[in-house]
Structures are given as structure tokens and as C-alpha cells.
């Protein structure tokens, strides 16, 4: 593969090499993985374009392809160039997907300023795959203005995508019985406008308390210093009726450029980098253990822990010490 190619045609804005792009970052072959890294780095030293990264998180039934398609059809109205990365969680029996976004956002799908890339979680954790990260930079590299994440929806472990968003928006439906159940540490923190969605017909009143429930609730959270007065925020939208996405974008818009303005934003994507700096290295180190001969370590001391001769902490620091050895 011709990585110096591949790069300038992702930069042209060429979808069939950036969908050949992503598929190569998305491998874990040792060969594939070099040839990303390659691939991410002739990227960055040819372009330093930036969009918008927003992250979407909100529980499953929520709405979030049909909001995803409404808000990428409102950009694209306005020029503005919109990728979609969207996970699928994966079977733990068969590891495969259903990657059914596309065919949920028919209409956004088929829009020629919009690029949808369903992908499998696999077994990563926090409800996104492991690979995202390089994804959006790809995206980046290609021009797109906008990228939107969309996560596995799984709930309160759904914190990771805020490590590669610049925005994290938080999903959310009315009369869902407990409207404050939400508000815990982890996901109602790492949120910076919550949006709930169905604000229409039978549902819009109980959508309207519902909204006022969070907002309360926010003005209770610890203030963050990348946040302007005001922020973070609840709104109601509704998908369906394309009602108040042009509110939610300008919210998006007014905060992203003040955290802009006061050097949030470039110390956000900082510490980002840092963070994922860590997560390789971990990464890393837990690939050595499906390898030979860790492998083999591992299964035999496994043996010895399930038949009683030693305990799954003593056999975990035999591990770890041979390891070190090695």
C-alpha cells in the first residue's frame, strides 16, 4: 500500500480511500497497524485542518439515528461538510454487529456532503471501538467540517467518548420514570448540553418538566472552568418535527468558540493526546498477553488456580513477576 497516495486522496476528499482508510486503522494485523500509524502521520504533517468533534451518548430507544440524521441534515443545509462514525455494540457469543446506522439515516446516507462509517465496538469498553480516535482524525484529514460519534448507548460507562469529543451531548427521553436517576457521577459530568429528544405531541409537557428536572439539577454540579456562564445546559428537541436543532447547533457553536477564545480548546485536545498516549501503552501491554509465551503462562497457572493448588492472587503475581523477568 502506498501510504504517501493513500494520504493525498484522503486530503482530495476521496470517500472510497477514506472508507479504506478507516478499515486499515480498524485492523489489529501487526503489518495493518504499522501502516496506520504511518498513514496518521504523513496525515499530520500535511494538513492541520480541525472540525468540530461532537459526541453523542444517550441510552438506547432514545433516538439518537433519528436525531443524528435531522441535526446532519440541518448542517448540510448550510454547506457545512458532516461525518457520522457510529458504533454498534458487538456480540459476546458471536463478536459480530448488526451496523445497521446507514440504513437507519436513509435520507443522510444518501446526502453527498455527509459520510456515515458504522463500526463494531468489539469487546472495548465506554461505548465506543478502540479505533475511533484515528477515525476522526481521518475524517478531519478529509475536509469534513463536522464529526459526529455516536456511541453504543449503554448507559453510565459511556465516558470515553468525551476523551475525543470536543462537545459531549448527552441524549435524552422524556417520562422515562425517575427523571433524576441520571444524575450521577461520570456521564451527567462529562456532559455539556443535555438534549431531550421527543419534545412533541403527547410527550412535549412531560419533555418540558423533564428538562427543567436536569437543568435544576445541573446548577448543582461542581462549575468547570471550560464552561461559560450558563453552561452546561438542558434543551428540548424534537428530532421527528426537526424542532429547536438550530437552537442546539448555536448553543454548540457559541460554547465551542469561547472555549476557543480562552484557550480551553486547544489545552482540551492536549490533554486529550496525553490521555491516549496512556491508553496505547495499556493497550499495549495487555496485547503481550495473548501471545506466546505469556499465553501459555497464563492458561497454566489458570489450570492451577481452578483445581485449588494456589489463588487467583498468588497466581497473578507469579505472572506478573515472569513478566517482568522476560
Same mark, same amino acid.
Given at each position: 500500500?502506498?501510504?504517501?497516495?493513500?494520504?493525498?486522496?484522503?486530503?482530495?476528499?476521496?470517500?472510497?480511500?477514506?472508507?479504506?482508510?478507516?478499515?486499515?486503522?480498524?485492523?489489529?494485523?501487526?503489518?495493518?497497524?504499522?501502516?496506520?500509524?504511518?498513514?496518521?502521520?504523513?496525515?499530520?504533517?500535511?494538513?492541520?485542518?480541525?472540525?468540530?468533534?461532537?459526541?453523542?451518548?444517550?441510552?438506547?430507544?432514545?433516538?439518537?439515528?433519528?436525531?443524528?440524521?435531522?441535526?446532519?441534515?440541518?448542517?448540510?443545509?448550510?454547506?457545512?461538510?458532516?461525518?457520522?462514525?457510529?458504533?454498534?455494540?458487538?456480540?459476546?457469543?458471536?463478536?459480530?454487529?448488526?451496523?445497521?446506522?446507514?440504513?437507519?439515516?436513509?435520507?443522510?446516507?444518501?446526502?453527498?456532503?455527509?459520510?456515515?462509517?458504522?463500526?463494531?465496538?468489539?469487546?472495548?469498553?465506554?461505548?465506543?471501538? *478502540? =479505533?475511533?480516535?484515528?477515525?476522526? #482524525?481521518?475524517?478531519? /484529514? &478529509?475536509?469534513?467540517?463536522?464529526?459526529?460519534? %455516536?456511541? $453504543?448507548?449503554?448507559?453510565?460507562?459511556?465516558?470515553?467518548?468525551?476523551?475525543?469529543?470536543?462537545?459531549?451531548?448527552?441524549?435524552?427521553?422524556?417520562?422515562?420514570?425517575?427523571?433524576?436517576?441520571?444524575?450521577?457521577?461520570?456521564?451527567?459530568?462529562?456532559?455539556?448540553?443535555?438534549?431531550?429528544?421527543?419534545?412533541?405531541?403527547?410527550?412535549?409537557?412531560?419533555?418540558?418538566?423533564?428538562?427543567?428536572?436536569?437543568?435544576?439539577?445541573?446548577?448543582?454540579?461542581?462549575?468547570?472552568?471550560?464552561?461559560?456562564?450558563?453552561?452546561?445546559?438542558?434543551?428540548?428537541?424534537?428530532?421527528?418535527?426537526?424542532?429547536?436543532?438550530?437552537?442546539?447547533?448555536?448553543?454548540?457553536?457559541?460554547?465551542?468558540?469561547? *472555549? =476557543?477564545?480562552?484557550?480551553?480548546? #486547544?489545552?482540551?485536545? /492536549? &490533554?486529550?493526546?496525553?490521555?491516549?498516549?496512556? %491508553?496505547? $501503552?495499556?493497550?499495549?501491554?495487555?496485547?503481550?498477553?495473548?501471545?506466546?509465551?505469556?499465553?501459555?503462562?497464563?492458561?497454566?497457572?489458570?489450570?492451577?488456580?481452578?483445581?485449588?493448588?494456589?489463588?487467583?492472587?498468588?497466581?497473578?503475581?507469579?505472572?506478573?513477576?515472569?513478566?517482568?523477568?522476560?
Amino acid at each position: 500500500m502506498d501510504i504517501e497516495q493513500l494520504s493525498d486522496k484522503i486530503i482530495a476528499g476521496e470517500r472510497r480511500s477514506l472508507a479504506r482508510a478507516i478499515t486499515l486503522v480498524e485492523s489489529s494485523r501487526a503489518d495493518h497497524r504499522a501502516q496506520a500509524a504511518a498513514l496518521i502521520e504523513a496525515l499530520s504533517r500535511k494538513t492541520d485542518r480541525q472540525a468540530v468533534r461532537i459526541g453523542l451518548s444517550g441510552t438506547p430507544g432514545v433516538g439518537k439515528s433519528t436525531f443524528i440524521e435531522s441535526f446532519g441534515m440541518m448542517l448540510t443545509a448550510q454547506g457545512l461538510r458532516v461525518a457520522v462514525l457510529a458504533v454498534d455494540p458487538s456480540s459476546t457469543r458471536s463478536g459480530g454487529s448488526i451496523l445497521g446506522d446507514k440504513t437507519r439515516m436513509d435520507h443522510l446516507s444518501r446526502d453527498p456532503n455527509a459520510f456515515i462509517r458504522p463500526s463494531p465496538s468489539q469487546s472495548h469498553l465506554g461505548g465506543v471501538a *478502540r =479505533r475511533t480516535r484515528e477515525a476522526v #482524525a481521518l475524517c478531519e /484529514a &478529509a475536509g469534513f467540517d463536522v464529526v459526529l460519534i %455516536e456511541t $453504543v448507548g449503554v448507559g453510565q460507562s459511556e465516558t470515553v467518548v468525551a476523551e475525543m469529543s470536543d462537545l459531549f451531548i448527552l441524549l435524552l427521553a422524556p417520562a422515562g420514570g425517575d427523571e433524576l436517576q441520571g444524575v450521577k457521577r461520570g456521564i451527567m459530568e462529562m456532559a455539556d448540553i443535555i438534549l431531550v429528544n421527543k419534545a412533541d405531541g403527547d410527550l412535549k409537557s412531560a419533555a418540558m418538566r423533564t428538562c427543567a428536572d436536569y437543568a435544576g439539577a445541573l446548577r448543582l454540579l461542581r462549575k468547570r472552568p471550560q464552561d461559560p456562564e450558563g453552561y452546561p445546559k438542558a434543551m428540548t428537541v424534537s428530532a421527528l418535527h426537526e424542532d429547536g436543532l438550530a437552537k442546539a447547533w448555536e448553543e454548540m457553536t457559541t460554547l465551542t468558540e469561547w *472555549r =476557543r477564545d480562552h484557550g480551553h480548546f #486547544a489545552g482540551r485536545r /492536549a &490533554a486529550q493526546a496525553e490521555y491516549w498516549f496512556g %491508553e496505547e $501503552v495499556r493497550q499495549g501491554l495487555l496485547a503481550r498477553l495473548e501471545r506466546e509465551p505469556i499465553r501459555g503462562m497464563m492458561t497454566q497457572l489458570g489450570a492451577q488456580v481452578a483445581q485449588g493448588e494456589t489463588t487467583p492472587t498468588a497466581a497473578a503475581v507469579e505472572l506478573l513477576d515472569l513478566m517482568q523477568q522476560g
